[in-house]
């Protein structure tokens, strides 16, 4: 089985989603807007993978994926709420429901209706 990546904005969102996952992911930050260039470093060792984009719901996240989807067409979206805006202040239990849809595996404790913590 191929490892996944994980595509986020920066170490906040990494250390939101790690204790979520319950399964090896490569988790990239890309530390905010960048180029193409910068993209295509950071992601080469990792193209022949199951790429996923997961970027905050605002002007920055919304550039970055743009990119994204451009040179990474294959790359799966993930989105949070654009209540909460950032990926980092989603609530765990969202978080956890939208990495499950994705076919992620995740702790149960984070799903709703799973056992409390």
Do not use: W
């Amino acid at each position: 089985m191929d490892l996944k990546v994980l595509i986020v904005e920066g170490g906040s969102d990494r250390k939101r989603l790690v204790p979520i996952l319950a399964e090896p992911v490569e988790i990239l930050c890309t530390n905010g807007t960048i180029s193409a260039y910068h993209i295509e470093e950071l992601l080469e060792p990792y193209e022949q993978q199951d790429l996923f984009v997961f970027m905050d719901a605002d002007a920055s996240g919304e550039s970055i994926r743009k990119l994204f989807k451009q040179l990474y067409p294959e790359a799966r979206h993930l989105y949070t709420d654009r209540l909460y805006r950032e990926v980092e202040t989603t609530p765990i239990k969202l978080l956890a429901s939208i990495l499950a849809a994705a076919n992620f595996k995740v702790h149960s404790k984070y799903l709703a209706g799973g056992p409390h913590e």
